[in-house]
Nanobody, 115 residues
Framework: QVQVVESGGGLVQAGGSLRVSCAVS????????AGWYRQAPGKQRELVAI???????NYGASVKGRFTISRDDAKNTVYLQMNSLKPEDTAVYYC?????????WGQGIQVTISS
């Protein structure tokens, strides 16, 4: 059974950096496309960044220029490097990964930015 597990969240001061990881296991297939989403309290889930198998990337407007999505296919892991963090980046961050034609969500990880 495919599992998607996020790690690396926590509490960071505004202006700081954080890298979160998304590890996919339980399949003989590697990650196809993948993305990070986030949901703040009282708000809808929104796209943060996506990456294709060919390393094409796309970012939400609020994070463009500050966040970088990348992947390590040997580790079946997707990363999100977050720089110049702001209090409004506080949210639960979710990984969404496509494996063998199906999409899977992780449980989410809390990222909190203090002002």
């Amino acid at each position: 059974q495919v599992q998607v597990v996020e790690s690396g969240g926590g509490l960071v001061q505004a202006g700081g950096s954080l890298r979160v990881s998304c590890a996919v296991s339980g399949s003989t297939f590697s990650i196809d496309n993948a993305g990070w989403y986030r949901q703040a309290p009282g708000k809808q889930r929104e796209l943060v960044a996506i990456i294709s198998r060919g390393d094409s990337t796309n970012y939400g407007a609020s994070v463009k220029g500050r966040f970088t999505i990348s992947r390590d296919d040997a580790k079946n892991t997707v990363y999100l490097q977050m720089n110049s963090l702001k209090p409004e980046d506080t949210a639960v961050y979710y990984c969404n990964a496509a494996v063998a034609g199906r999409w899977y969500w992780g449980q989410g990880i809390q990222v909190t930015i203090s002002s």
